[in-house]
Nanobody
Framework: QVQLVESGGGSVQSGGSLRLSCEVS????????MGWFRQAPGQEREGVAS???????SYADSVKGRFTISQDNAKNTLYLQMNSLKPEDTAMYYC?????????????????????WGQGTQVTVSS
């Protein structure tokens, strides 16, 4: 199994930036796909961004042009740079890993594609 530990959340004003980190207990280059999800109170968990082992990335329409996903294989860490934050970005953000190529069947934006999850880090954006 793999452990994922998120950090970097916090409270910012609208238009501000945050960088989330996810430390992974396994070599990230060996993981098929990694993603960031978020869940606001009373809402479904939704995919925000993903990065596959071949380096390809995918973003939800709501964050395109504002968020950037990346990973540092030397540090076994996944990142999410979030710029131009909006109040609607307020949510708990989760890091996830696809260890068994589930995203090939479910897609990179479906939570069903991931079989390891972190505990989450809270992001709050005030207007």
């Amino acid at each position: 199994q793999v452990q994922l530990v998120e950090s970097g959340g916090g409270s910012v004003q609208s238009g501000g930036s945050l960088r989330l980190s996810c430390e992974v207990s396994r070599y990230t280059y060996s993981i098929y796909c990694m993603g960031w999800f978020r869940q606001a109170p009373g809402q479904e968990r939704e995919g925000v961004a993903s990065i596959s082992s071949d380096g390809s990335t995918s973003y939800a329409d709501s964050v395109k042009g504002r968020f950037t996903i990346s990973q540092d294989n030397a540090k076994n860490t996944l990142y999410l740079q979030m710029n131009s934050l909006k109040p609607e970005d307020t949510a708990m953000y989760y890091c996830a890993a696809d260890l068994s190529r589930r995203t090939k069947f479910y897609g990179v934006s479906s939570k069903k594609g991931y079989d390891a999850w972190g505990q989450g880090t809270q992001v709050t954006v005030s207007s």
